[in-house]
């Protein structure tokens, strides 16, 4: 099976995590800094802070704002269900806003429309690794003081002109699960230019308390003190490490995204059958998925038969607001994302990730092409 995503393990990050099992520090030692730095500089944002997960991130920035109770945070119905989880751990509620078909990416007008005295934030999703509108977003948000927040789990990488990912909004949330853009094993983090929300968020990380074991041993003190409610959320140095040693591979992977998407691009460029996504001119796509349209009535087909083919194709994402959870919780109902339901109807994500050599590719594009073919002679 050919899987729609994958990560790449070389020897060399072997050796990194390797190097660390031997030291003095397994955990929130030397190699947590040094990742939350690296990627500071990799991205131009000020201040990282890393945690366990993409949904530790998110809930970290959620917790930072102190969000709770009566809050409305309006998220993408098309995304991953840890976007929406993190505004109901704090207790908040999430209002699904709707997105543009071309991009499946968050509707500014939908945004505008769902604003309400409550709205807190806007969390806007970098569906597919393909960074939002952030300058749109920001001409709603900004007015009425609400926080810009960018889910950038998918776009590790992308930019908007000479803006990376990390500083388009007012924190960043990224993931460092297997099949993103570069892996820890789980991991995520959060990126700002606010000092104080990033201190909020070391804090949130380490069960709310102001210094950490380490700075504690620094200092020679057992004296600390817990002045907000936080969580286990710490990432280890043995995933630093392997994220260190990632973060230096990663322009080299995406690279290799992005021709493998220009050929997908170019496949499918005279299909009638197949649709992709549009992309936006002076912005960097981070690629992490390929997806394409297909007509709604035959996805699960073609679903089970690239399958049989060996293509590890998958659908991202059901949206958030038909999960039963969110119906029963918030009274969420199909018909409200109306183009988030229709899209979810019909899309795939084909493999992409590095290790896709071209033989692979020519084998996911000649199996959907002839899908393609057999239903259109059957219709004919
Ligand atoms: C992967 C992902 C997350 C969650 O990240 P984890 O590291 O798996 O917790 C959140 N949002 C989006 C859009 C994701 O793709």
Known sequence: MIPYGRQSVGEDDVAAVAETLRSDWLTTGPKVREFEEAVCRYTGAAEAVAVNSGTAALHAM???????????????????????????????????????????????????????NRTRAVIAVDYAGLP?????????????????????????????????????????????????????????????????????????????????????????????????????????????????????????????????????????????????????????HGYHLYVVKVPAEQRNAMFRSLRAAGVGVNVHYIPVHLHPFYQKRFQTSRGQCPNAERAFEQILSLPIHPNVSEADQQHVISTLKSLCSISHSRAA
């Open 62 to 116: 959620m917790a930072a704002l102190e969000i709770g109770p009566g809050d409305e945070v309006i998220v993408p119905a098309m995304t991953f269900a840890a976007t929406s989880n993190s505004v109901v751990y704090q207790g908040g509620t999430p209002v699904f806003a709707d997105v543009d078909p071309r991009t499946l990416q968050i509707c500014p007008e939908s945004v505008r429309r769902l604003i309400s």
């Open 132 to 284: 939002c509108d952030y300058q749109t977003l920001r001409s709603i948000t900004d007015p009425r003081g609400i926080a810009l927040l960018s889910d950038g789990c998918h776009s590790l990488g992308g930019r908007i002109g000479a803006s990376k990912v990390g500083t388009l909004a007012d924190m960043t949330s990224f993931s460092f699960h297997p099949v993103k853009p570069i892996t820890t094993g789980e991991g995520g983090m959060v990126t700002t230019s606010n000092r104080n929300l990033a201190a909020r968020m070391r804090q949130f990380r380490n069960h709310g308390i102001s210094t950490d074991a380490r700075q504690r041993e620094e200092q020679g003190t057992w004296y600390y003190e817990m002045t907000m409610l936080g969580y286990n959320y710490r990432i280890c140095d043995i995933q630093c490490a392997l994220g260190i040693s990632q973060l230096q591979k990663l322009d080299r992977w995406l690279t290799r995204r992005t021709e493998i998407a220009a050929v997908y691009d170019q496949a499918f460029a005279d299909s009638g059958t197949i649709q992709c996504l549009s992309n936006r001119p002076g912005t960097v």
